[in-house]
């Protein structure tokens, strides 16, 4: 059993092969929330990891403010991974035995905790079961997408373009890999092409001021992000639109992205054949800014999708 997850500040993602060898795609919030409840066999939204009670996902997108943990920093995220991995094993019914290599990824902002990662995703116990998976690897962020979208590309028989930047939006970073004459050039994978909280995490924080300011009610960040992917904001059973707000927020955040990487990249930009989108924040781009932008359907999943693509290669 192969599978890549993709371990992200708003959403983890997953991908695996099904029976008939296509792709088995899922996904869950990014966040938890504390919980008195013990586990037992029947409630199977209980997680118990180092003497803590956890609800992970939607449901604990729905408890009180107070107990929710949101994952928006590296340290969060290495303390919660292992929880968002047995819950992507739970979702999916798979066994941690029977998984011979996992691959996620990792910003290169945070190169620097590559093993420490790895160490804390390899093996640890959760609801008093012991996890350890017999090859765990670790890439780059946007590496793994630059893949699927290579992968893609062959499948439908597109051409690829010879000279071109994947722009890999995430809830808290932008990490960029640039492609010449179709090979990545790796000696850019580090953390001078890896941009913290220029994410997504803008535009949810546009949308928690709004929700502050119109209804005078705090939500975390996630809560915000599900109110600009929904476009409705729902108070005490009353639904809210706000797809004019939230398309303006994508304008808004397309053109301040735009100019941030215009800062770093103008010059390549210039001779690059595209620039492509993904991950995410891919869906909050307006690919009518530029003619040189590209947007894809389902980016969000390439991330995982690559990280599967290299449990392959690499088994």
Request: proline share 2%; charged share 25%; hydrophobic share 35%.
């Amino acid at each position: 059993m192969l599978i890549g997850i993709d371990t992200g500040f708003g959403h983890t993602k997953y991908a695996f092969r099904n029976k008939d060898g296509g792709f088995k795609l899922g996904k869950f919030p990014s966040v938890l929330a504390l919980t008195d409840e013990v586990i037992d066999e029947f409630n199977k939204n209980i997680f118990l990891f180092n003497g803590q009670s956890y609800y992970i996902g939607d449901i604990a997108l729905k408890q009180d403010l107070k107990r929710i943990k949101e994952v928006n920093t590296y340290k969060e995220l290495e303390k919660y991974a292992p929880l968002l991995i047995g819950k992507t094993l739970q979702l999916e019914n798979l066994s941690p035995q029977k998984i011979e290599v996992i691959t996620l990824g990792l910003a290169p902002a945070h190169i620097n905790q590559v093993e420490n990662f790895r160490k804390k995703i390899s093996s640890f116990s959760l609801n008093k079961k012991d996890y350890s998976f017999k090859k765990t690897l670790i890439i780059p962020q946007g590496f793994g997408a630059t893949i699927a979208l290579k992968y893609f590309w062959k499948e439908q028989d597109k051409k690829e373009y010879d000279n071109y930047i994947v722009i890999d939006i995430g809830f808290n970073t932008i990490d960029t890999i640039i492609i010449y004459d179709r090979e990545i050039d790796k000696s850019r994978l580090n953390e001078n092409n890896s941009f913290e909280k220029r994410g997504v995490v803008r535009i949810a924080e546009m949308m928690q001021n709004h929700i502050r300011e119109h209804f005078n009610k705090e939500i975390t960040l996630k809560e915000a992000l599900a109110v600009i992917l929904c476009g409705e904001y729902k108070l005490r059973g009353q639904i809210h639109q706000l797809n004019k707000v939230v398309t303006d927020f994508k304008n808004s955040y397309t053109k301040d992205t735009m100019l941030f990487l215009e800062q770093k990249y103008g010059n390549e930009f210039d001779k690059l054949d595209a620039i492509c989108f993904v991950g995410g924040g891919g869906y909050f781009i307006n690919k009518e800014y530029a003619s040189s932008i590209q947007t894809f359907k389902n980016s969000e999943y390439f991330n995982a999708i690559g990280n599967l693509i290299t449990s392959e290669e690499r088994k």
